[in-house]
């Protein structure tokens, strides 16, 4: 098993900046793909940017490319997002997920362990 917990979320004007974390903890590993992921009311979960724990691989959503940086830091066992020039279109819940893998993965139904969510809203 896998805990993950995120953290970072809050309320932003348009063009403000936000990090998330998601700490990673229980049967961890090198093998892992980490992604971060967001659903907004009334739509679907979708994929934001994953990395491969070990190799250090990174995807992004086109959405997202150039604004979002996903990194991890191995030693604290967390995973980061970085979201720069924030959209009032990026609200949404974020959350942390993990799978082993030894790829990165982009879709949602690939993912194996999900932390609790955290709150992104940007105003206008």
Not at 11 to 36: D, E, I, K, N, P
């Amino acid at each position: 098993q896998v805990q993950l917990v995120e953290s970072g979320g809050g309320l932003v004007q348009a063009g403000g900046s936000l990090r998330l974390s998601c700490a990673a903890s229980g049967r961890t590993g090198s093998r892992y793909s980490m992604g971060w992921f967001r659903q907004a009311p009334g739509k679907e979960r979708e994929f934001v940017a994953a990395i491969h724990w070990s190799a250090g691989s990174t995807s992004y959503a086109d959405s997202v490319k150039g604004r979002f940086t996903i990194s991890r830091a191995i030693a604290e066992n967390t995973v980061y997002l970085q979201m720069n020039s924030l959209k009032p279109e990026d609200t949404a819940v974020y959350y942390c997920a993990a799978r082993y893998s030894t790829v990165v993965r982009t879709r949602w139904n690939e993912y194996d362990y999900w932390g609790q969510g955290t709150q992104v809203t940007v105003s206008s």
